[in-house]
């Protein structure tokens, strides 16, 4: 996999981030206006019922940064910065707005390089956090929720 090294200069900041499970109901998305800036990831919870729950395994501790600019009401560009461990990942991308959907599409490292970023996401966006859900592939009720929060 093409790990973006040259994609952007950014740090992926903020807490390391272990994901986590809930038998609880999702975050319904309920859309809301992008605002540039950083985004820390500050938590991941995978959604789904018990019996989803008894396989779930957290994987490891990592740190995710979004680096958001030329906001506007239905795109804006995404550097994203991720350190897992001592491997650190980049990709730079577009990203169209319609509704409370946010479809991801990547530049750099480009989707034929292995990269395994892009894909759709439903979404809240405050001025100070964005909540990103997507059912996760090839597990039927399993959602991933993942939320940001504006960096100081």
């Known amino acids: 996999m093409n790990s973006g090294e040259t994609c952007n200069t950014f ?3 903020g ?3 272990t994901a986590t499970f809930s038998t609880d109901a999702a975050p319904t ?22 019996q989803l729950e008894a396989t779930f395994q957290s994987g490891q501790p990592f740190r995710r940064t979004y680096v958001l600019s030329d906001v506007t009401s ?17 990709a730079h991308e577009t990203v169209a707005v319609s509704g409370m959907t946010a479809t991801f599409n990547p530049i750099c490292p480009p ?4 990269a395994v970023w892009g894909g759709s996401d439903d979404f809240t ?10 059912p996760v592939v090839g597990v039927d009720g399993l959602l991933d929720a993942r939320v940001y929060d504006k960096a100081p």
Request: charged content about 10%.
């Open 11 to 13: 740090t992926a900041g």
């Open 15 to 17: 807490p390391c981030v």
């Open 29 to 50: 998305p309920a859309g809301g206006a992008f605002v540039a800036g950083t985004y820390n990831l500050v938590s991941e919870t995978f959604y789904g019922s018990a």
């Open 74 to 90: 239905t795109s804006f560009t995404l550097d994203l910065a991720e350190t897992l461990g001592t491997v650190v990942a980049r």
């Open 111 to 114: 989707a034929d390089a292995g």
């Open 125 to 134: 966006a405050t001025s100070t956090s964005i909540t990103l859900i997507r």
